[in-house]
């Protein structure tokens, strides 16, 4: 059987190398963000939607996660 | 004063607070979601309300309704009757911005016939590198209460005691989002979960050695969850096109019972004047639970006959770490914990409402500031899924509106 505190380590490092390697990326200034501040350049813009979107996954399916934010507190089970 | 109408009462008093403080921005988003499979209809109307103020705090309130009806043993139908459920679920959350950080606050309460929720966070975002770069962090606790529908107005627990039919869950995110270009963002999430209590669903059952049984799974479950997100808007303000843009995620699961799912996703959009259309693909494909046991069978749904892996445990329950006593085994009828893929397609259509803003339109100016948008999708099921559930229908209707 899997290692799975093991498994979060490596998530972690992951998500910790990828922040690393791209910090080195070029430096955006404010006044070149009009694309950036697009609303289909933010995923925040459907947090409302991607609320609905989490609870019927989460509903159907034995995955999770996806949204950043914690789902659940239904008995959707 | 019901809980209903208090809940209604104190969104108004929110947004008719907020709405006074002319220099800050919000927004106030009403929703209709709709989901549509063989047993079972979602209708779930949703208000949203979110504000900063000049202070830089940022306060949010939310309100679903969850109107469920099934005609699924699963949902607990107890008769060849099906029957409507409703789930109220009220938000509030706020942020402080202080500097580049800006820490927050939530609270969630979600209440049904059978299935009571309060849950907790905090969290906390850093600003690093003139913005170029989010680093955040949020822990979450949901405490839920489970209980088994007896009759039309009463309960039982549904593990014996109030105790017993707990679940804790403590969920943990990391993220980071990234700017990499001025027309691309990556973004990264690390998602934690452990779930320690009642975890089965009070009404399933299962055949365990040839007898129907209410199922039963592990009191503990860890869940990881790494996902990655890249957004980028290779066309921006081209001839008839106000920007193409596309996101490209993919989301990797695994957990302690021995799932492991993957998800990946793309979605991209096309500005052409005031409309913005929005296609959405996603494929997700899971293995089983590790203590999912099943036999080949013919299913006919729908006026269709397939051969799926139906949960049965003829040789009894499996052993399995954290099952309960005394014969410490497990057996499950959830096609949640079975092997299956699907595949989700949306199409969305979003319209600028600049058209309302007219002189003589009844606050037109406010109006003319909103977006409306409506959206359809299909999902479709194979395996054990699609006997349990089938495949189904989404539909979403949006309005935004400034506040």
């Avoid at chain 2, 669903?201 to 039963?216: D, I, K």
Wanted: charged share 15%; proline share 4%.
């Amino acid at each position: 059987m899997r290692s799975l505190p093991r498994v979060g380590l490596v998530a972690a490092s992951l998500l910790a190398l990828g922040v690393v390697s791209t910090s080195g990326c070029a430096r955006v200034q404010p006044y070149e963000r009009e694309v950036l501040s697009l609303s289909a350049m933010q995923a925040d813009t459907e947090r409302v939607e991607n609320r609905f979107s989490q609870h019927w996954q989460e509903s159907r399916e034995g995955g999770m996660g996806g949204y950043a934010t914690a789902g659940g507190g239904c008995g959707c089970n | 004063m019901s809980a209903r109408q208090l809940v209604t009462t104190l969104v108004l008093a929110v947004t008719l607070a907020l709405a006074g403080r002319a220099l800050a921005d919000g927004e106030v988003v009403l929703r209709g979601n709709y989901w549509r499979d063989r047993n079972t209809r979602v209708l779930a109307p949703e208000a949203d309300l979110r504000k900063t103020l000049p202070t830089g705090t940022t306060v949010e309130a939310g309100y679903l309704l969850d109107a469920i009806t099934s005609a699924s043993a699963a949902a607990g139908v107890m008769a060849d009757q099906p029957f409507t459920e409703l789930r109220h679920e009220l938000g509030l959350r706020a942020t402080q911005q202080i500097g580049p950080v800006a820490v927050g606050a939530q609270y969630r309460y979600s209440t049904e016939s059978d299935y009571w929720a309060h849950t907790g966070g905090v969290s906390v975002a850093l600003d690093l590198l003139q913005k170029n770069l989010t680093l955040a962090a949020s822990y979450v606790y949901t405490q839920a209460e489970v209980a088994r529908r007896a009759s039309a107005l009463g309960y039982v627990w549904a593990n014996g005691t109030a105790a017993e039919s707990r679940l804790r869950t403590h969920y943990g995110i990391l993220s980071a989002s990234q700017v990499l270009a001025p027309w691309a963002l990556l973004s990264g999430a690390y998602e934690l979960a452990v779930l320690d209590g009642f975890q089965a669903n009070a009404y399933r059952t299962v055949r365990v050695s040839g007898t129907p049984v209410r199922e039963v799974v592990p009191s503990l479950r860890l869940r990881h969850a790494l996902s990655a997100e890249l957004r980028l808007t290779p066309v921006f303000h081209h001839g008839v096109v106000g920007y193409f843009t596309t996101a490209l995620k993919y989301r990797f699961y695994i957990d302690d019972w021995g799932v492991i799912a993957n998800a990946p996703e793309a979605r991209a959009y096309l500005a052409l004047g005031p409309t913005e259309l929005r296609l959405t693909l996603r494929y997700y494909h899971q293995t089983a639970a590790d203590f999912y046991r099943s036999t080949p069978t013919a299913v006919t749904a729908s006026g269709e006959t397939r051969t799926i892996d139906l949960a049965d445990y003829p040789s009894g329950g499996v052993p399995f770490a954290h099952c309960p006593p005394p014969a410490h085994t497990c057996y499950t009828g959830d096609s949640k914990l079975s092997s299956f893929w699907s595949v989700y397609l949306e199409g969305r259509v979003q319209l600028a409402l600049r058209f309302l803003d007219r002189p003589k339109m009844p606050l037109g100016h406010w109006l003319g500031a909103g977006l409306l948008a409506v959206s359809v999708g299909h999902y479709w099921n194979t395996n054990y899924a699609w006997a349990q559930f089938g495949d189904a229908w989404t539909g979403g209707l949006e309005l935004t509106l400034p506040l």
